[in-house]
């Protein structure tokens, strides 16, 4: 069973620096991808940043230039680095894995983790 654990997020002022950790256990898997969603009260979810097994890196343009998202795959572990932060910035960030398991792709999600950013 994949299980996906979160930590890091917390209350920060707007310019400042938080990194969320993703750990996952339950499996190897040769083919995935690795995200960063958030979601806004009243807002759908949203994708902020993607790497996948052959290290190929996307994010939102709204991200781009102030998040950095990358793995260790020795912890088996991902990250967030978010800096400048901004009010807008302001939700629950949730991790997402989804490998190539018995030729379907399946979907795991982290608890889910509050940034609040805010002076």
């Known amino acids: 069973q994949v299980q996906l654990v979160e930590s890091g997020g917390g209350l920060v002022q707007p310019g400042g620096s938080l990194r969320l950790s993703c750990e996952t256990s339950?499996?190897?898997?040769?083919?995935?991808?690795m995200g960063w969603y958030r979601q806004a009260p009243g807002k759908e979810r949203e994708l902020v940043a993607s790497i996948n097994s052959g290290g190929d890196i996307n994010y939102s343009d709204s991200v781009k230039g102030r998040f950095t998202i990358s793995k260790d795959n020795a912890k088996n572990t991902m990250y967030l680095q978010m800096n400048s932060l901004k009010p807008e910035d302001t939700a629950v960030y949730y991790c997402n894995f989804r490998p190539l398991e018995l030729l379907r792709w399946r979907d795991y999600w982290g608890q889910g983790t509050q940034v609040t950013v805010s002076s």
């Open positions: 339950g499996g190897i898997f040769s083919f995935y991808t």
